[in-house]
């Protein structure tokens, strides 16, 4: 068993506080994400249970192992690096099989395991070659080569990519996610890269400050997330949060009233609801005057190639639109939007949502 469990594990350095009473359930041979902002503690929980670190409070286990005090060499580990930590007076071959000569494997099946990793990851035709000879995705497929080639328990990956451009990110995040699905190695990965993260796991905990605000599969974070922050933090463009007003008579977001069903309109007044959050692809530009229209004025026209993102000002606030290719309006000039109230998420006061949006064609509610 390869499943691992933080039990209310916090770490301090001092008088700070980077961990905060952390609890985690990682099923075996799961893809976990840990996302957050930087100094968010993402990669202090992954140095804790790789043992490079001790905590201050709590425990961690792997299977029904405590390993909370065991040495690193001990827990059965692998850790990619971002910076990729490779020996460089050693050749590909040689950073490959270092793990098991350690281990002294006897040297046939170290031959045995190091050509199959290397042949898996499309490096065999580099394993003469010392890694200044590499390009960086060519040295980040070595430091993946040589934590498969030990067969450990689980992988711990902290920001194995962000050192790479864009393209080849693209093409390693594939990489990746193809390699764990095929091991079936329980996997932690640690990014601040939310498109990493939804398109690679199979559960994202987004943390804030040493705390986890919400650990659920992908499309649960971005379809329904626990509180303001997961909504705006996770989305590109983020979600747009909007000041209203609840009575019974519906919305209020500014002079406009949009109406509301029942369920909502109560649940909004018991819980006191001061803001709202609608996903740039729930809201939709409409002719000024339009019925149902809210009246708000165009504050720059972004175009991405196969879509186009406006950006308005509605009631002194921000909102992002996302529209057809090849729109395009004056900076200042007025614009209709529209939506529907139930494809929004509705915040009280402390931020937590208390109505999610309505379920999108194909998801359950």
Request: with cysteine.
């Amino acid at each position: 068993m390869s499943s691992v469990r933080y039990e209310s594990v916090e770490k301090k350095f001092g008088a700070l506080t980077v961990l905060r009473a952390l609890n985690l359930d990682v099923p075996n041979h799961a893809f976990l994400a840990l996302l957050g902002p930087s100094g968010c503690g993402k990669t202090t929980a992954l140095r804790l249970l790789a043992g490079l670190d001790l905590p201050t409070s709590g425990r961690i286990l792997i299977g029904e192992r405590n390993v909370t005090r065991l040495q690193p060499r001990d827990r059965d580990l692998a850790m990619v690096f971002q910076s990729y930590a490779l020996y460089p007076q050693m050749t590909v071959l040689q950073n490959i099989a270092y793990p098991l000569r350690i281990r002294k494997v006897e040297a046939t099946e170290m031959s045995r395991r190091v050509a199959d990793v290397a042949a898996a990851l499309e490096i065999d035709h580099l394993l003469d070659r010392r890694p200044r000879q590499l390009s960086g995705g060519q040295r980040q497929r070595v430091a993946l080569a040589r934590a498969i080639v030990r067969e450990p328990a689980a992988f711990l990956m902290d920001e194995p990519l962000s050192n790479l451009d864009a393209r080849l990110r693209l093409t390693m995040r594939g990489e990746i996610k193809r390699l764990c699905q095929r091991l079936g190695a329980t996997t932690i990965y640690v990014t601040h890269d939310q498109a990493e993260a939804l398109t690679m796991a199979d559960f994202v905990a987004v943390m804030k400050e040493g705390q986890v605000q919400q650990m659920a599969p992908p499309a649960e974070i971005y379809e329904r997330p626990a509180n303001r922050f997961v909504a705006t933090f996770v989305g590109s463009p983020a979600m747009n949060v909007l000041t209203v007003h609840v009575d019974d008579a519906g919305l209020h977001i500014g002079n406009a009233c949009l109406g509301l069903d029942p369920m909502r309109r109560d649940a909004c007044k018991t819980f006191a609801v001061d803001a709202i959050g609608v996903r740039p692809e729930d809201a939709a530009l409409a002719t000024p005057g339009t019925p149902g229209a809210l009246n708000a004025e165009v504050y720059v026209v972004e175009p991405m190639g196969n879509e186009t993102l406006v950006d308005l000002r509605l009631n002194g606030e921000r909102m992002t639109v996302r529209t057809r290719k090849g729109f395009t309006a004056p900076i200042g000039s007025t614009a209709g939007v529209i939506f529907d109230p139930a494809n929004a998420c509705f915040f009280d006061k402390a931020g937590n949502t208390v109505v999610h949006r309505a379920p999108n064609k194909g998801e359950t509610s």
